[in-house]
């Protein structure tokens, strides 16, 4: 049996796992990485400390699986997009990467909206013009930093600065290609003209690269820092929200995955690209599939504030603090005695893409308690994924069965509200690490040491299925509609409140 590694360039961390080809996995590990925000919406991080997350953790899994470095056929490293990371000339790092959840490009997404069509945009790339494009971070670069801007030799995503680092290959894999905006979604190329809207030239892109094909193999000098051996392949990798997807199963027509993590994302199987500027689209890590997909900028995160700061010393106390609030809150009838809570504590990304929003609790009375606000809370991270269903069913690929993962999926009371307002059977998993297990099974099929895209089933299993309980759909019908008439009401005095004195 192959063993093979799997890195993940995650938001709050960096993991790795080492597994072997017959479904297990034998070691893991992690480092957590800093989140920089030095101004109001700003995002971004150090790809070095990434890099020396990678050097740490390698020989730790190595050391704890007792594995030898020459036992290790294939690396495969998945991590968030679009981050935009810049190197000069000479390979060097020009600035901290500005991540896909920065949100400090508003001027700059005007200004591309002006000049390009947006019907074609989309038609284009599958994707609307949004904070997310890199083209809008570059602009904005040039703007207010252009010594960093003029000295620009290549441009890359997270994954793809690891893989350089392992190969001394720079290639970008193409899903970062196509959320990036730089590519036709039809051709599955870098559009020229496309790229003219980052005002850069063509050749500070890399060649295009699918997630399975191998780009590279590791070099001596990366060999020295990691403990890999010299020689041992590495793929072009994947983006990590569609890599755990894969993980969780998400290939037939329909099959949908919900990540209840700090982050909210949605994801869809689905056979044929209908691009909408209201959701994301990527290939799937199968061939010839794709997966519309969408991102609620917070959803866990918005229940870590609510503990932080709303909730007793007592309840901060609990070995488990979501979980006490989860025991107080399901007393509580759905609708939170009346309180309905938008949840764009950070603004929100898809379907509304709108910076300025804010998260509002709306009928707030002396009767409410934590336990009112924190089950108000839970059902809003909710709507906001049935919002991204009701676009897939607009556009004709309805969600048909619902999986979930991360963190969240741990309460059993928010996946009882999710089956009762999404109306559909959630789907929980056992043995779900996250997209570094995708990472490594690529790997292994990209080596032959695997023939087939289904058998990272062996290493996740189902567990308990939620059934909703039908005698909450119409309350949560009403409450849901009101959710979505209070932001309608509400968007034009948003931005009021964004803007600074």
């Not at 060097?92 to 991540?99: D, G, T």
């Not at 990209?446 to 005698?471: C, L, M, Q, Y």
Request: aromatic letters at 8%.
């Amino acid at each position: 049996m192959a063993i093979t590694l799997g890195i993940d360039i995650g938001t709050t961390s960096t993991i790795g796992i080492l597994i072997d080809s017959g479904g297990r996995t034998l070691a893991l590990a992690s480092r957590p990485v800093a989140l920089h925000s030095d101004h109001p919406g700003w995002a971004e991080e150090d790809p070095e400390v990434w890099w020396q997350n990678v050097c740490a953790i390698i020989p730790e899994l190595l050391s704890t699986s007792s594995t030898s470095a020459t036992d290790v056929k294939a690396i495969g490293v998945t991590g968030m997009l679009p981050a935009v990371v810049l190197l000069d000339g000479d390979g060097n790092l020009l600035r901290r990467s500005i991540q896909q959840s920065d949100g400090r490009v508003g001027r700059e997404v005007e200004a591309i909206a002006a000049e390009f069509d947006g019907p074609d945009f989309v038609r284009r790339t599958g994707n609307g013009i949004n904070q997310q494009l890199v083209a809008t971070k570059l602009r904005w670069l040039e703007r207010h930093e252009p010594d960093v801007f003029s000295n620009i030799k290549t441009v890359f995503g997270s994954y793809d600065y690891i893989n350089w680092r392992l190969t001394g290959e720079r290639v970008i894999e193409h899903n970062w290609a196509l959320e990036a905006g730089f590519v036709d979604v039809s051709k599955r190329q870098i559009d020229t003209e496309l790229v003219a809207l980052a005002h850069i030239d063509p050749s500070i892109l890399p060649p295009i690269r699918a997630s399975h094909e191998i780009i590279g193999h590791v070099t001596a000098r990366a060999a020295s820092l990691t403990g890999l051996a010299t020689g041992t392949p590495v793929i072009a990798g994947s983006a990590d929200h569609i890599t755990s997807a894969f993980v969780a199963g998400i290939r037939d027509d329909g099959d949908c995955l919900i990540k209840f993590g700090g982050a909210g994302d949605i994801m869809l199987a689905a056979a044929s690209p209908k691009p909408d500027p209201r959701l994301f689209l990527d290939f799937h890590i199968v061939p010839e599939k794709f997966m519309p997909n969408g991102c609620m900028a917070c959803s866990g995160a918005m229940l870590n504030w609510i503990v932080a700061n709303l909730a007793s010393d007592t309840i901060k106390s609990k070995a488990n603090p979501h979980a006490a609030l989860d025991q107080l809150a399901v007393e509580i009838e759905p609708g939170a005695n009346g309180l309905v809570m938008l949840p764009y504590f950070l603004g929100e990304k898809t379907p509304i893409h709108d910076p300025d929003a804010r998260g509002t609790l709306v009928g707030l009375g002396l009767h409410h308690e934590i336990s009112h606000i924190w089950r108000a809370a839970l059902e809003a991270v909710v709507f906001g994924f049935r919002h991204h269903m009701d676009v897939f069913s607009e556009l004709g690929q309805p969600a048909l069965r619902l999986f979930a993962s991360d963190g969240g999926a741990q309460s059993r009371l928010w996946m009882q509200i999710a089956a009762d307002s999404l109306g559909l059977p959630i789907h929980l998993l056992e043995g779900h690490p996250g997209s570094c297990l995708g990472a490594a099974y690529i790997a292994a099929f990209a080596t032959g040491a695997v023939d087939d895209w289904d058998g990272v089933s062996r290493f996740v299993k189902p567990a308990e299925i939620v059934e909703p309980n039908t005698k909450n759909s119409a309350r949560y019908d009403a409450l849901y509609h009101t959710y979505l008439e209070t932001y309608q009401q509400l968007k034009p005095v948003f931005p009021q409140l964004a803007r600074r004195p």
